[in-house]
């Protein structure tokens, strides 16, 4: 299983350079990168709106950085290959269809939250002191990233649309929901998201509602699980479907 796992890692680590999505996540980054640097420059002039924009950065990293990363990096591992043809060696190779799956998928979620937690410390050594708990922040990055990825990666492997499709059902469902003041929040990734980096917006409405129970250890099992759930899932789609259908 190690041997099969390490196979499937190097088949798609070594061509990962050439998609289009890593492309355009390596320029988002550097973008990010560039927007920090700027507001490290403009701080000795203007210390309060430079603190102000590097809060919205960093807070930023989490969502909806890990959720919009997550989406754009998710049609990597399946999509991008059945799309340009290029999982025609790893098929007809040794290792198992679930394991090239689940590596592939569980690769992109280190990626994505190492590019995210790079971005959270880049902006935390820019602004220095910050009286903020910063734990459930990299916490959310990292368990978040999974449950993301797995969800924008089973939804790329659906349809053929993933990108249009995913980002309608974050912006229409999940991140709404997510801040609806009542129990049906608790099916958002985004609400956890939020529960775990101190970061909770419930939309006001004109009736008084109590707001859901929430809980940093209860949010963080529940993306984890959930990413469990998503990435297994896709496994077991991509096992069954037809070689032709693939590549």
């Not at 399946?78 to 999982?87: K, V, Y």
Request: one cysteine or more.
């Amino acid at each position: 299983m190690i041997e099969s796992a390490t196979v499937a890692l190097k088949a798609y680590l070594v061509p990962m350079t050439s998609t289009r999505a890593f492309r355009i996540g390596l320029l988002i980054f550097l973008l990010f990168v560039g927007l920090v640097v700027f507001a490290a420059l403009v701080k000795p002039v203007a210390a309060l709106l430079a603190q102000a924009s590097l809060d919205r950065l960093r807070r930023g990293a989490v969502i909806p950085g890990v959720p919009l990363a997550a989406l754009l990096l998710a049609e990597i591992p399946l999509r991008d290959g059945i799309r340009h043809r290029t999982l025609l060696y790893p098929l007809l190779g040794p290792v198992p269809r679930t394991v090239i799956a689940v590596v592939r998928s569980v690769a992109t979620a280190v990626l994505v939250a190492m590019a995210m937690t790079a971005l959270w410390i880049l902006v935390r050594l820019v602004q220095g002191d910050v009286d903020e708990p910063s734990l459930g922040q990299l916490i959310a990055i990292w368990a978040g990233s999974g449950a993301f990825v797995g969800l924008f990666g089973f939804i790329h492997l659906v349809s053929r649309r993933g990108l249009l499709v995913g980002l309608a059902y974050y912006g229409l469902f999940d991140d709404p929901v997510g801040r609806l003041p009542f129990a049906l929040s608790n099916v958002s990734l985004s609400y956890h998201l939020r529960v775990l980096s101190h970061q909770v917006q419930e939309i006001d409405l004109p009736i008084d509602l109590s707001p859901p129970h929430s809980s940093a250890p209860f949010s963080a099992l529940f993306l984890i699980v959930s990413g469990v759930v998503l990435m297994g899932a896709t496994a077991v789609l991509f096992k069954r479907k037809q070689l032709g259908e693939l590549c």
